[in-house]
């Protein structure tokens, strides 16, 4: 098996990598060929999963030779060909995914950045028009320059074809509620750009040190945790006020937050000295409601609960690919409690398609 390195050199000539992340080889792929092929009412249906991973090789090699340390950081640790890409969405019965790039480049200088960026948005503009029945993407933005991350996305928009930003929660230890991104969350309400936040570890010291040993809590308390807490602060702020038009999309179900929302509701009522008057202008699950959510809760009961709390128009399949956290995503919503038909064909197809723009032939 070829080393990281050579690896990359190698996915250099194409460009883009499909994230293995150190997985176990039969976890990210079919042991054989097989291709499932999903229906609702006899009608065959095009799942699409809206959160999907992958790198860009020349960019972590522009992280590398910057000599940014952050450039080790398991941004990618493992690779996949994009044969076996396919034959993994095709064992699961996903048409098209919808690729991202987690952001590890918010504390990168202005010039670099702006290097990464461009060489992500285009590699990954690329990929897409030449597997566009299979793959649509998010832009990477640098969101710690609102300024030019509103630039990019425009470009990313308007001139490569991509569907919206991939963020992360939180950048560089500001909420994305910060008055100074502003720039471009009008951007993005201008655009109707779709926004897909996706957590970084983030948090104070104290708070990240009770998150360490057994049990991986970083990731499994503390990503959803991180989203719960931007979606809060977005609401909170008056930020989804001040641009009522932005689409929002949230990893993981988007955390904590649609299963106990209505206790963000009485926060305000119940100690009105800790709350600005006028902020929000109204109650916070009327924004929780309309934002997106991907369908990752992992059990029949909590997909059910995310319907009644939300609507099932805001929620679209999301993998986390190539973390194998649901063995069948599409199982997850074919046998989801309480759904009809109707629902089931939105969640898989319709939601995404719409929201995204993409073309379902």
């Given at each position: ?294 369908s990752l809760v992992f059990t029949s009961e909590a997909l059910r609960h995310l319907v009644a709390e939300v609507g099932v128009d805001r929620i679209v399949v999301g993998t986390d690919y190539p973390y194998p956290w649901v063995d069948a995503p599409v199982d997850h919503v074919l046998n989801g409690a309480g759904l009809t038909d109707t629902d089931r064909e939105a969640i898989l197809q319709g939601n995404a398609a719409k ?7």
């Amino acid at each position: 098996m070829k080393n990281r390195r050579e690896f990359i050199k190698q996915a250099a000539k194409t460009g883009l990598l499909f994230v293995g992340c150190g997985l176990a080889e039969a976890a990210r792929q079919p042991s054989r060929q097989t291709t499932r092929v999903v229906t609702v009412r006899g009608r065959r249906l095009k799942t699409v999963d809206v959160h999907a991973h992958c790198a860009v090789a020349e960019a972590i090699e522009l992280r590398r030779s910057s000599g940014n340390q952050a450039a080790n950081q398991p941004l990618l640790l493992d690779g996949q060909a994009l044969a076996d890409r396919l034959k993994t969405m095709d064992a699961q019965g996903i048409e098209i995914a919808v690729l991202s790039i987690n952001p590890n480049w918010y504390d990168v200088d202005r010039d670099l950045v702006s290097k990464i960026v461009a060489v992500q948005n285009e590699r990954m503009a690329a990929f897409c028009a030449s597997h566009g029945d299979r793959f649509a993407a998010f832009a990477s933005v640098a969101l710690q320059f609102p300024d030019l991350a509103a630039q990019q996305l425009e470009q990313a928009m308007k001139k490569l074809g991509l569907r919206g930003a991939a963020i992360g929660g939180s950048v560089a230890g500001r909420e994305l509620a910060d008055p100074a991104f502003h720039p471009f969350w009008a951007k993005a309400e201008e655009l109707g750009a779709v926004v897909f936040i996706h957590p970084q570890g983030s948090g104070t010291a104290d708070f990240n040190n009770r998150l360490k040993g057994n049990g991986l809590l970083g990731n499994v308390i503390g990503n959803p945790l991180e989203t719960t807490i931007a979606l809060s602060h977005l609401i909170f702020e008056g930020t989804l006020d001040r641009f009522p038009g932005l689409k929002i999309l949230a990893a993981h179900g988007g955390g904590y937050l649609p299963s106990y929302m209505n206790r963000s509701d009485n926060g305000c009522r119940t100690f009105p000295a800790q709350c600005r008057a006028g902020v929000p202008k109204e109650r916070p699950t009327e924004y929780v409601k309309r934002m997106y959510y991907d369908s990752l809760v992992f059990t029949s009961e909590a997909l059910r609960h995310l319907v009644a709390e939300v609507g099932v128009d805001r929620i679209v399949v999301g993998t986390d690919y190539p973390y194998p956290w649901v063995d069948a995503p599409v199982d997850h919503v074919l046998n989801g409690a309480g759904l009809t038909d109707t629902d089931r064909e939105a969640i898989l197809q319709g939601n995404a398609a719409k929201l995204l723009g993409l073309r379902i032939a």
